[in-house]
T-cell receptor, first 114, second 119 residues
């Protein structure tokens, strides 16, 4: 069975400092992994995806994530936080055993302090 | 511009009343999904459909119903049987890639949601 854990429910950073949002997954087979961002009262927007190509994935708005199979992790990073990055972030996993569904993590709320 | 449109943005339900949330997409996607989001929680799947005239229950289908008569439309009805309907409802769509092993999950595109409250 597949599952996803987001290790921090809330992260707070100062503007201009690095962002690290942690995600660990459980999957029996080769997973597809995604990061989405949600601003208040909005839908989710895809930041980036991993589907068994390069392990370092670059996304929109300067975000990137690295797939580490040995650690079953897919952490999201950004070198320098911007005020507009304040939002909820969801790590999502799907694999070959569950073609018809994806599993969403509980989310990490990112605050950016001016 | 292609996208997903959910309406209304805010909806109120009275006791014993059924209400229907609209979801329309012009992305030509085969698959559509309905999720429920409660404060501080992730998304939970209510129903999904990978093809017209077919849909499947998700993890929390009780008290909800859907139809998929057209590729572009996937309305969700919250029935009176759903005793705790207050939540943020999100509709999504995605392309479907079929292979010998089944369906390949592709990124989902989301609407801006409908917030449902009880009067």
């Amino acid at each position: 069975a597949q599952s996803v854990t987001q290790l921090d429910s809330h992260v707070s950073v100062s503007e201009g400092t690095p962002v690290l949002l942690r995600c660990n997954y459980s999957s029996s087979y080769s997973p597809s992994l995604f990061w989405y961002v949600q601003h208040p009262n909005k839908g989710l927007q895809l930041l980036l995806k991993y589907t068994s190509a390069a392990t370092l994935v670059k996304g929109i708005n300067g975000f990137e994530a690295e797939f580490k199979k040995s650690e079953t992790s897919f952490h999201l990073t950004k070198p320098s936080a911007h005020m507009s990055d304040a939002a909820e972030y969801f790590c999502v996993v799907s694999d070959e055993t569950s073609y018809d569904k994806v599993i969403f993590g509980p989310g990490t709320s990112l605050s950016v302090i001016p | 511009d292609g996208g997903i449109t959910q309406s209304p943005k805010y909806l109120f339900r009275k006791e014993g009343q059924n209400v229907t949330l609209s979801c329309e997409q012009n992305l030509n996607h085969d698959a559509m999904y309905w999720y429920r989001q409660d404060p501080g929680q992730g998304l939970r799947l209510i129903y999904y459909s990978q093809i017209v005239n077919d849909f499947q229950k998700g993890d929390i289908a009780e008290g909800y119903s859907v139809s998929r008569e057209k590729k572009e439309s996937f309305p969700l009805t919250v029935t009176s049987a759903q005793k705790n309907p207050t939540a943020f409802y999100l509709c999504a769509s995605s392309i479907v890639i079929w292979s010998l092993r089944g369906v390949n999950n592709q990124p989902q595109h989301f609407g801006d949601g409908t917030r449902l409250s009880i009067l």
